[in-house]
């Protein structure tokens, strides 16, 4: 594997980077219902910047906070970034409520965008624009475009202007960002320099459950991984409980939405 571009440089960047998946949302739930019951549509009026976390997201988040509070100061977060998304943004809020931290809003790590197929899982797709199930086979889950919407390496190039700045903006800090499951797929695929055929099995093989942290730290002066997925918060709480999509038809309900 080639060594990625966002290994190269001088190591004047962040000490830590670490991607947290929002907690469990009403959109999760509502698409799990959409997937058991075949229908072509998801159950769920808000739109998508506006979907907000189920009770068990909630319980979740609060569970990430216990663990954050937990820590040592050297090694809790310094810088917080969320997306502006409501599910997202919630589980920052929560997760931090017990540190003196400002959440700083960025779009570049919202979600990415289906265009007319925000809310219409893949069997309205199907049903409704076979031409585009087969566009989307022909082409490939990485570079299909849905007609008004965002492909993977659309969210990569968002990934790729964000990830520069913090480097260039916060050397020295902790960085935790609050984000979604495509998003922090892009950012594997940048920070480890995967390639299309990897980052799209990694969907599949290790599904993201919510509220989990993915972790990297410098290493001489490149953010190595030292771990994915990481759910201990989640697990070690009385209270809240892992959730993940069910299995990859998941992904195709909605065509592919993290909500």
Not at 50 to 68: F, N, Y
Not at 183 to 200: N, Q, S, T
Request: aromatic share 6%.
């Amino acid at each position: 594997m080639e060594k990625p571009l966002a290994a190269e440089g001088q190591s004047r960047g962040i000490v830590e980077l670490v991607l947290v998946r929002h907690g469990e949302s009403v959109g999760n739930v509502a698409d799990r219902e959409a997937i058991a019951a075949k229908a072509h549509r998801l159950d769920l009026e808000a739109r998508d910047a506006d979907v907000e976390l189920s009770e068990e997201g909630q319980k979740q988040a609060d569970a990430l906070g216990e663990h954050l509070a937990s820590l040592p100061k050297d090694q809790r977060p310094t810088i917080v970034v969320s997306s502006p998304y409501q599910r997202a943004r919630s589980t920052a809020e929560r997760a931090l409520a017990a540190l003196d931290l400002e959440v700083v809003i960025d779009e570049r790590i919202r979600e990415r965008e289906l265009g007319i197929f925000d809310g219409v899982t893949w069997y309205g797709i199907e049903a409704t624009h076979p031409e585009e199930s087969a566009r989307r086979a022909r082409v490939g889950k990485f570079y299909y475009r849905p007609p008004g919407g965002e492909s993977w390496a659309d969210v990569i190039l968002r990934v790729r202007s964000i990830l520069v700045e913090l480097q260039e903006r916060f050397h020295g800090e902790r960085v935790w960002l609050f984000s979604h499951e495509a998003v922090i797929l892009a950012f594997r695929y940048v920070v480890e320099g995967l390639d299309e055929k990897r980052v799209v099995a990694l969907q599949k093989e290790e599904p993201l459950a919510n509220c989990s942290m993915t972790r990297y730290r410098a290493v001489d002066g490149a953010l190595q991984l030292v771990r994915a997925d990481d759910t201990r918060p989640v697990e070690e709480s009385d209270e809240a409980h892992v959730t993940h999509e069910t299995d990859d038809a998941a992904e195709d309900a909605g065509a592919g939405q993290d909500i």
